[in-house]
């Protein structure tokens, strides 16, 4: 009586899903039905990617760029340097993580008119991208993949780091 019950039910699945096959082939008169519920459970589950999140980290004032709304975002991530006015254009820039910054002189100007320094006494110290750059070359590129405060100077229009001058900060957000 038992095996005639799961051979009906048998021809009933055949048609409609292959996977039932495997489930009726087994010898239980029992796991036919047992089957089937395996076979839908299988694709739920995971999640896994929320989280993190949190509170934002404080804002840090690092000079020259002492408020949080003295950051700007800039068109290719790009600061001009030199000028007449000796300058980074502009000196407050906020990034995402991720992001590529150029450096790129006014003008005919480069970086042995401008050697570019990252900052030792201010922002985010570890980890800095910005290589000591003093070579005729007039743009530079770095990557920017972790979050901070990166800061940099000017050697000759900047040099004691205090971020006056001609100086700026990195927001990497
Ligand atoms: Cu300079």
Redesign the pocket.
């Known amino acids: 009586m038992r095996q005639h019950g799961l051979l009906r039910a048998c021809r009933a699945w055949i048609p409609t899903l292959g996977l039932f096959l495997m489930a009726c082939g087994s010898s239980s008169s029992t796991t036919g039905t047992g089957g089937a519920t395996a076979a839908s459970g299988g694709a739920t589950g995971s999640g896994g990617a929320s989280g993190t999140g949190g509170a934002a980290a404080a804002f840090m004032a690092v000079n020259p760029c002492n408020l949080a709304t003295d950051y700007v975002t800039a068109a290719d991530n790009t600061i001009a ?2 000028g007449t006015d ?1 300058v980074y254009a502009p000196k407050c820039l906020k990034v995402a993580a991720g992001a590529m910054v150029t450096f790129k002189g006014m003008g005919t100007e480069t970086f042995s ?3 570019l320094f990252p900052s030792t006494k201010r922002g985010t110290l570890n980890g800095n991208p910005i290589a000591i750059t003093t070579d005729t070359s007039a743009t530079k590129t770095f990557t920017f993949p972790t979050a901070g405060y990166y800061a940099y100077y ?5 040099p004691d780091d205090s971020g006056d001058f ?1 100086a700026g900060v990195i927001w990497v957000q």
């Open positions: 340097f030199g000796l008119q401008h050697p000017c050697q000759y229009h900047g001609m």
